[in-house]
């Protein structure tokens, strides 16, 4: 059965209802999800954090003072990490954190998000600000009842959009085209133009189910 969701216009007015498409009736990939977040998160590291040995710090490597006789400590070295100023033990290093995903991984998961926020979606009408306003926004989050964080989902870029809600630090702006799974995840209100909800009714039917007997389809093409 079709979820049915409100639609809005920008002054936070219910105009309608719309049922969502039929990729959001699909049983979300929980282990999927999971293993993309955990991949995305991975990727956000930058991995330059950078610690000195005892073989890059400044300074004379030379014995401090003769083996035996003086009384004091045996020591090599004033880079030595038991000195002050010497290198660090162990200390971090640059690392390359990335991980890989493919391509249906991705896609696939970005339909899972879509799924299991289905009952956090609502429409609206169109995202086209006539004017850069910051309050036009909040009084559309007001207005609507968005207690939380909200991600709006625009079709083409939404210039105006973007620079009224960029003080508001709950709200974020995406397109369509570079929207990911994880975003989807964090916010816990997702407002979706009816343009992107269009293009969804387009490519209904590409679920994860399809896209496997297509790949089964091009392997058996390819044999022949």
Known sequence: MATKVNVYNLKGDVTGSVNLPEIFEIEPNEDLLSQYVRVYLANQRQGTRDTKD??????????PWKQKGSGNARHGSRKAPS????GVAHGPKPQNFSLKMSKSMKF????????KQKENCVILENADLEEVKT???????KKAGFAKNVLFITADVQKNLVMSSRNISIVKVSNAAVINAYDLLK??????????LEMMQDATGVTEETSVEV???KKESTKK
């Open 83 to 86: 000195w002050r100023g010497g």
């Open 187 to 196: 916010y816990r209100n997702i407002v979706i133009e009816k343009k992107v």
């Open 54 to 63: 005892r073989s890059e710090v400044s300074g004379k490597a030379r014995k």
């Open 135 to 141: 309050k036009s926004v909040s009084e559309f989050i």
């Open 215 to 217: 790949k089964k389809e």
């Open 108 to 115: 696939s998961a970005l339909i899972s998000a879509y799924a």
